[in-house]
């Protein structure tokens, strides 16, 4: 058995499906629906591009080689929707193995697999909506062959939200945008399309107005490299108190070597920063350095 046309579909939909490689926020290149290197199926490298058909059938591939052998292992007998759905489940999170709503499946305990499958909606030690949102979708799937419709949102002067954002994660995006100087409204449908482009041509996206994994992954990483080039400052701004002893105050030969090493660090610190958000400075650099920007985005 493998992944149905509606399944791929399906987990297409939350995933999300972009066409032009981008960094995720840990710097990874990635592509189509969610790919890197690590899936064995692509090597994204900056400025590729495919097509939604290649994307989907590396997805296909992806599935076939990395996921679908394992859910066959552990749903043995699973309807096509069923089947689906536990590939959609391992996708995210590579649990099958291990997750224990799998086990009230095999006893038709559905009660108990809605509960337990609804219980992997967490990252980072907190509560994910849109992890929320999936699990709920997925037992709709697995237990009533409901693959949903899930329709991309258009409002009137808004870019296409491709994927749902609760309140708190919309008003986050919202500071965000802003914090790095773009004007995206503060409608609480979205954000305007005018200021979603400048953002995507800004940062060497494909320039569509669509909000979706690549657009909001390369805005988490803007601000990262934001939150992070503050610390060498701060560093150096410890290392040079010792400039500030009043004339004449004697400093201890034992302590000397403490300011000039945090200096050190701090400039070590900052081009290691510098290397790892090259994209960040790249994004700077454009307006005025055009040539340069697109080689720091090339490697």
């Not at 995210?92 to 809605?114: C, K, L, M, P, Y």
């Not at 708190?168 to 482009?197: C, M, P, Q, W």
């Not at 503050?230 to 010792?242: L, R, Y």
Request: proline share 4%; charged share 20%.
């Amino acid at each position: 058995m493998q992944t149905s046309a509606p399944g791929v579909t399906f987990l297409e939909r939350h995933e999300g499906v972009v066409l032009k490689a981008y960094r995720c926020p840990a710097g990874i290149w990635t592509i189509g629906a969610g790919l890197t290197a690590a899936s064995g199926v692509v090597k994204p490298r900056a400025g590729m591009v495919i097509s939604r058909a290649e994307a989907t059938g590396l997805l296909q591939k992806a599935l076939r080689q990395n996921y679908e052998p394992a859910v066959k292992r552990t749903m043995p007998g699973a309807k096509q929707h069923e089947f689906d759905a536990g590939v959609s489940f391992h996708f995210n999170t590579g649990a099958i193995g291990r997750a224990s709503w799998v086990q009230h499946w095999i006893d038709r305990n559905w009660g108990r697999v809605e509960h337990n499958l609804a219980a992997w909606n967490k990252g980072g030690g907190r509560v994910l909506p849109g992890l929320t949102r999936r699990r709920a979708e997925e037992y709709d799937l697995l237990a009533d062959g409901d693959y949903g419709t899930g329709p991309a949102r258009v409002e009137a002067g808004l870019a296409t939200m491709v994927v749902e954002l609760d309140r708190a994660e919309l008003d986050a995006a919202h500071a965000g945008f802003k914090a790095l100087g773009y004007n995206v409204g503060d409608s609480d449908l979205g954000f305007t399309i005018g200021g979603v482009r400048a953002f995507q041509r800004d940062h060497d996206l494909t320039v569509d107005g669509i909000v979706g994994r690549a657009t909001l992954s390369t805005l988490q990483r803007m601000l990262d490299a934001r939150a992070k080039a503050k610390q060498p400052a701060a560093a150096a701004a410890v290392g040079g108190t010792e400039s500030t002893v009043q004339a004449g105050a004697e400093i201890d030969p034992a302590l000397a070597w403490v300011g000039p090493a945090i200096l050190t660090f701090a400039a070590l610190f900052a081009l290691w920063l510098a290397w790892r958000y090259r994209d960040a400075i790249a994004a700077k650099l454009a307006p005025r350095f055009p040539k340069l920007a697109r080689y720091l985005w090339s490697i």
